[in-house]
């Protein structure tokens, strides 16, 4: 509390500035100062008892446009002991999927008076907890930026989000999201399982060469045990199957094909050069399904209610595309989404399957600049909206080029770890860089790919995310907020 | 099983894909360009990914300056770090 009335002061804020809110017991971190509890402030500043307030969070608030009504910045913790240096908590840009699953913002937030009103007022804001307030706060704001500054310093050593089950369902029923609200305590963070209202067409594109592959000791063809375990595990089958074959496609191969899928089942040849692009293209203008999932053919579902949990995110006009977390055949996660660092970079790629990531990363739904086109989930609308993948990348990267021109037009790409595939990709494979995609790709997106909206550019880019940083000695798993 | 579609019909819907992916990476391209002037830069440069501009570290120059550093006693060496890291 002295601290925290010291940094005040420090800032040339009196006590008429401030407020101190008693939530819990007054020994207990549930204590909040609001400062500016004065009717006339522009600003409020949350900031939880203990934490010193940095000038920053002042000055960016000072500073900041007139449509924007809520900002917050990154925590840092200090350690009294010399040898150890300070860790940080980085947080990315706003992610309302993210903020439903926990507090990723944490205690600090500036926030403009009227917003504070129209949220229900200083006095319920400050009794509510953290995630609860964020929350009411958020949906009610017209823009919300993340300042890559450290907003506050605090005391506490524990940067894990909190999360509040009851906060979340509240919130769902004021902005009209029909879900269910499942709550993890030991992670902690909330599950939001959306209700599916109805059970639209999903075309499963697959191009294929017909190759087979050793999967648990058997040799298969793999694009047949796509499907096959598409059919016999997904819950979700109102399917129809859009085989993109190679030429070289085995004629048993196609065979196969054809008794499973019966008249869900189109094969469709492509006998033009290779361009991952071009023939998911063709198989989604073959395809007359609603919904669209891309799948590649050495893929296999795990979760039997995934297609549901990502087609339940359409529900919401705002969202373009779902992606699920895919995993090697051992388990180790494959891809749990992109990140730019500018290279993109699968995230947690080769980490053991329970992996939480950086303050619970892995298991939460969020908001990702990209997903990996091996599978993913949009619908027809969005698709041909933006012109389907971009044939200017036959090999890599039509997915982060098709994933930023939906969120150009407007729509959210969703990550998901409750929906889950797996991804026999070789484990050692490296994608080739051909310099001339690399040009492109940069040509449309080099602002984005240099400082992606969902990492914080405070953190070391160009080197693997989970080696030491040398600045600091602390590893991205524990910055990344 | 079913039948494809009518090339014909395919190979338009592909051109009319085409034409709608070239506007948006028009677009792309000139949304990157204006925030490339905004951050101050007048010339917008082709695109790489392979250099490392923050890797100023191993730079030849501040090899003997990291020589010194490393060699200095552990509590100052700490406290530096920990000064450079704010």
Redesign the interface.
């Known amino acids: 509390m002295v601290a925290t009335a010291n940094s005040l002061r420090g800032l040339g804020f009196g006590k008429r500035h401030w407020h101190l809110a008693l939530n819990g017991s007054p020994s207990s971190f549930g204590r909040r100062i609001v400062l500016g509890d004065d009717p006339a402030a522009e600003w409020v500043v949350f900031v939880a008892a203990g934490d010193r307030i940095t000038r920053d969070a002042l000055h960016f608030a000072a500073e900041a446009a007139p449509d924007v009504d809520v900002l917050y910045g990154d925590t840092r913790h200090d350690v009294k002991r ?2 150890r ?2 860790s940080y908590q980085r947080r990315p840009s706003f992610s309302p999927e993210r903020l439903r699953s926990h507090n990723y913002i944490g205690e600090t937030l500036v926030v403009r008076r009227q917003l504070v009103n129209e949220a229900g007022g200083l006095a319920a804001l400050t009794a509510t907890d953290a995630h609860d307030r964020n929350l009411r706060l958020c949906e009610s704001a017209k823009r919300i930026e993340r300042i890559a500054e450290v907003f506050n310093v605090t005391p506490s050593a524990n940067f894990l989000p909190a999360a509040n089950p009851e906060a979340v369902t509240q919130h769902l029923s004021r902005v009209g999201i029909a879900a269910d609200v499942e709550f993890d305590p030991q992670t902690p963070c909330v599950r939001v399982r959306r209700r599916l209202s109805r059970q639209p067409l999903v075309s499963v594109i697959i191009p294929t060469r017909g190759s087979s592959a050793e999967l648990r000791g058997q040799t298969v063809p793999l694009v047949v045990n796509t499907v096959q375990t598409l059919l016999e595990k997904s819950t979700y089958q109102n399917l ?1 199957f859009i085989v993109v074959a190679d030429t070289p496609t085995p004629p048993e191969v196609r065979a196969e094909l ?1 008794r499973l ?8 040849d492509y006998d033009q050069a290779f361009n991952f692009a ?1 023939k998911n ?2 198989g989604v ?2 395809s007359s399904g609603e919904f669209v999932l891309l799948l590649n053919d050495d893929t296999e579902i795990i979760s039997p209610d995934a297609l549901e949990t990502m087609l339940a995110f359409f529900a919401d006009p705002t969202v373009g595309i779902v992606g699920p977390i895919l995993h090697f055949e051992d388990g180790t996660i494959q891809s749990a989404g992109h990140i730019f660092s ?2 993109p970079t699968d995230m947690y790629r080769l980490q053991p399957a329970d992996t939480r990531g950086a303050h619970n990363y892995v298991r939460v739904q969020r908001e990702a600049s990209s997903v990996i086109a091996a599978c993913l989930l949009t619908s027809r609308k969005v698709f ?5 993948l ?3 990348f036959p090999g890599n990267w039509n997915d982060i080029d098709f994933a ?2 939906v969120q ?2 407007g729509y959210r790409v969703i990550f998901t770890p409750h929906a889950k595939f797996f991804h026999f990709e070789s484990k050692t494979r490296v994608a080739l ?1 051909i ?1 001339a995609e ?2 492109k ?9 240099d400082d992606d909206p969902y990492f914080n550019p405070r953190l ?3 080197i693997n995310l989970w080696r030491s940083d ?4 602390r590893s991205y798993e524990e910055a990344m907020g | 099983m079913k039948q494809p579609r009518d090339a014909a019909e395919v190979a338009a819907l592909l051109e009319h894909w085409s034409l709608v992916d070239d506007e948006a990476g028009r677009r792309a391209a000139a949304r990157r360009a204006a925030a490339v002037s905004a951050g101050g830069s007048g010339l917008v440069r082709d695109y790489e990914f392979h250099k490392k501009p923050n890797d100023w570290i191993h730079l030849d120059w501040l090899r003997p300056i990291r020589f010194v550093y490393r060699n200095l006693p552990f509590g100052l060496r700490m406290a530096l770090k920990k000064r450079l890291a704010r």
């Open positions: 010399d040898d240096l300070p129809e054809a899928g019966g008249d869900r089942m189109m094969i469709v071009v293209n063709i203008a073959h500018p290279d041909e909206e933006v012109g389907g971009s044939t200017q930023l021109k150009q037009a860089r310099e690399v040009a790709l940069g040509h449309r997106w080099g602002d984005i790919l070391q880019r160009y040398f600045h600091t000695d």
